[in-house]
């Protein structure tokens, strides 16, 4: 008995973890394997604006823009423009809309993973 159970947990996770492979296949930053729960949550609601490689987009500002250093937007900015969106202001793309549906770990991940790219990648002054 518990051995069937051990193979049924076994099973699932099996399935749970080729399901995120799929999702993230088509996004370069996680090709090399190197997926992060922070890279994931980026992929899937931040990159669509601003930029799978945080570049930005012709919807979304450059997340290495100097404007963007944690001195000038500390984290609790990022808490806040997910939870409650950002009214335009500092470019001339748009109001950013409120991130639905990501829990408190996901929001801490994905402020992590911004955070490690602007120091890998550097900001653009
Ligand atoms: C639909 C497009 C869109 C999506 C999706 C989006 N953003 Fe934004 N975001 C914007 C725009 C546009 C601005 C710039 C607003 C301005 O300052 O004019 C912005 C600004 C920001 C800012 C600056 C906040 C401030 O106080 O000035 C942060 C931080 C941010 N986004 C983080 C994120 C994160 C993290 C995600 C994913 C969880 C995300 N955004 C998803 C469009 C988007």
């Not at 997340?63 to 963007?68: D, E, F, G, M, T």
């Not at 937007?73 to 202001?89: E, T």
């Not at 950013?96 to 829990?103: A, D, F, I």
Request: proline share 6%; hydrophobic share 35%.
């Amino acid at each position: 008995m518990k051995t069937a159970m051990t193979h049924l947990l076994c099973v699932g996770l099996i399935l749970a973890v080729s399901a995120c492979a799929a999702d993230e296949s088509a996004d370069p930053l996680v090709a090399d394997g190197s997926g992060t729960l922070g890279q994931s949550v980026y992929a899937q609601n931040c990159a669509s604006c601003h930029g799978v490689n945080l570049e930005g987009t012709d919807k979304g500002p450059s997340q290495l823009s100097i404007v963007y250093e944690p001195n000038h937007h500390n984290d609790d900015s990022y808490r806040s423009a997910i939870a409650n969106g950002v009214p335009q202001h500092h470019w001339p793309f748009g109001d950013m809309p409120p991130v639905e549906g990501l829990n408190a770990e996901e929001v801490e991940a994905v402020i992590a993973f911004i955070r490690s790219e602007q120091e890998r990648q550097g900001f653009q002054r």
